[in-house]
Nanobody, 120 residues
Framework: QVQLVESGGGLVQAGGSLRLSCAAS????????MGWYRQAPGKQRELVAG???????NYADSVKGRFTISRDNAKNTVYLQMNSLKPEDTAVYYC??????????????WGRGTQVTVSS
């Protein structure tokens, strides 16, 4: 069994910063790509940032230059540093990871989400 547990969400004023963390635990052979998605009320879930096992990153245009994704492979953890937050960043943020549990089985896993609210 594999679990992803997010932490670090909360309420912050516009212009402020937050750092999200997501730790994977359980039956893990290896972790490939990891990423952060978000879903605002009434909107579809969207990719915010992704990072490969080798450290290559990609970002949504709306967060480029403000958010930074990183990972600690020794801790099976991915981070999202969010700076210069805007009210439109308000959403539930979800962690995603493609995890190999054995030589023959891998799949995507999702965390339960953490709320980020940015007040104007």
């Amino acid at each position: 069994q594999v679990q992803l547990v997010e932490s670090g969400g909360g309420l912050v004023q516009a212009g402020g910063s937050l750092r999200l963390s997501c730790a994977a635990s359980g039956s893990i052979f290896s972790i490939n790509a990891m990423g952060w998605y978000r879903q605002a009320p009434g909107k579809q879930r969207e990719l915010v940032a992704g990072i490969t096992s080798g450290g290559s990153t990609n970002y949504a245009d709306s967060v480029k230059g403000r958010f930074t994704i990183s990972r600690d492979n020794a801790k099976n953890t991915v981070y999202l540093q969010m700076n210069s937050l805007k009210p439109e960043d308000t959403a539930v943020y979800y962690c995603n990871a493609h995890i190999r549990s054995s030589m023959y089985y891998s799949r995507d896993y999702w965390g339960r989400g953490t709320q980020v609210t940015v007040s104007s």
